[in-house]
């Protein structure tokens, strides 16, 4: 014959929380009915292991479907109800059933259970502004990442574009005075570049400083001192082979990080994003040491940018040693950069592997 295990039952404004004390019970079988709740199960209970059932019929009325989970010790089940509400009592009949208890560990009072409806509301709609707050954020970072991609990208295709068609037009010629056609938005482009530094270091981009400060202050240093400065470097070819190699990649750069803002991507740009600095990358260390090499002499002659020295050491130290180390810290810079694209290309490559797996 079945018996009745020990029920603790306690409530909330939306719900009934039932206790079944039977330990290891299986074949549970729960079900709500025309407002009557029927249990059984077999398990071990005050009498042993044996089949247990009982059955309750709610005061008010409760929705049909009833949830509950078994654990070793014993087994939950929520009851909702149809009407939000407190009850005065569990049952439809005033006596109290011999196997019903209150759960002393989830009792409340009406009011400490209004208080604890009011608490979660309130954190429901602090998580809920939270989440308002840093949509707001995440949009407003983004429309900005894609005004600063467009502007460098428009810039950086009005120089690669000029400087194709002068090509195409004067042949040879061009080589020679693309600093003046193209150094204004260049100069405009690489002083905006800075940016990407900030970006990196107050968390806008999930990238490292490094990277981003050895190129800009690599690209820089080369703008500003080497081609800027000197008016002997104006009209040398080499200016052209570095915005070439410049602007060839931020082309390409620029669009695969607009589409980014939008988590879009075109998988032909992302290849060539991964893939183009492999040999623009070092062409382009190559041209700016040819600028620098052919730099040296002009200030060495011209005595420029030395740096005055106490007495003792001689008069200054001419700008053209300085510009010898600086050689060496390209090529590390190069080394560093190469590194962390050769990385980011292999972190991408393989994510997209895995996702298509
Ligand atoms: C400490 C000072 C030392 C000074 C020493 C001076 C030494 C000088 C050495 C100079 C060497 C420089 C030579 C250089 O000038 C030569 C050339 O440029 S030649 C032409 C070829 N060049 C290139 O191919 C390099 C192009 N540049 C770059 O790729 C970047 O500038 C670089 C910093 C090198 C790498 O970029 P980053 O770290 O940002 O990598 P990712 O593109 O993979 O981006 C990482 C994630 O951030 C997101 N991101 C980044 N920027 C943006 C943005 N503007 N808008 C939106 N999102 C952005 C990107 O989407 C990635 O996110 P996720 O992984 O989620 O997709």
Aim: hydrophobic share 45%; proline share 4%; net charge positive.
């Amino acid at each position: 014959m079945a018996l009745t295990p020990l029920v603790y039952w306690a409530q909330r404004h939306k719900e009934i929380y039932l206790r079944v004390e039977l330990t290891d019970a299986q074949n549970i079988d729960v079900l709500v009915l025309e407002n009557v709740l029927r249990f059984r199960a077999r398990g071990h209970g005050a009498k042993g292991l044996n089949e247990y059932c009982f059955s309750l019929e709610f005061l008010s009325p409760v929705k049909p479907e009833v949830s509950y989970k078994s654990t070793q010790r014993q087994v939950n089940i929520t009851v909702r109800k149809e009407q939000h509400g407190w009850w005065d009592r569990l049952t439809v009949q005033e006596r109290k059933p011999v196997f019903l208890a209150p759960d002393f560990d989830r009792w409340l009072d009406e009011s400490d259970a209004e208080m604890e409806n009011r608490e979660k509301d309130e954190k429901r709609n602090r998580l809920r502004a939270a989440k308002h707050e840093e949509e707001g954020f995440v949009s407003l970072k983004m429309g900005y990442l894609f005004m600063y991609n467009l502007v460098q990208f428009l810039g950086f295709s009005w120089i690669f574009v000029n400087m194709t068609v002068r090509l195409f037009i004067f042949g040879q010629d061009s080589l020679y005075d693309t600093f003046h056609t193209i150094s204004d938005v260049m100069f405009f482009c690489q002083i905006l570049a800075s940016v990407e530094v900030l970006n990196a270091a107050f968390g806008v981009v999930k990238t490292g400083v490094v990277p981003p400060l050895i190129q800009v202050v690599g690209r820089n240093f080369i703008l500003f001192i080497i081609f800027g400065s000197l008016e002997e470097m104006h009209h040398r070819p080499v200016v052209f082979f570095v915005f070439y190699l410049w602007s060839a990649i931020e082309i390409v750069r620029y669009p695969f990080y607009m589409l980014g803002c939008f988590n879009t991507e075109w998988k032909t740009l992302t290849w060539l994003r991964y893939t183009i600095w492999i040999p623009l990358y070092p062409l382009g260390v190559l041209a700016e040491a040819v600028a620098v090499i052919q730099s040296i002499p002009i200030f060495y002659e011209t005595k420029r940018f030395s740096i005055p020295v106490p007495k003792v050491f001689g008069t200054s130290i001419n700008f053209c040693y300085i510009l010898h180390i600086y050689l060496v810290l390209m090529f590390l810079g190069l080394f560093i950069n190469f590194r962390h694209l050769y990385k980011q290309r292999k972190r991408r490559f393989r994510t997209k592997k895995r996702k298509a797996n």
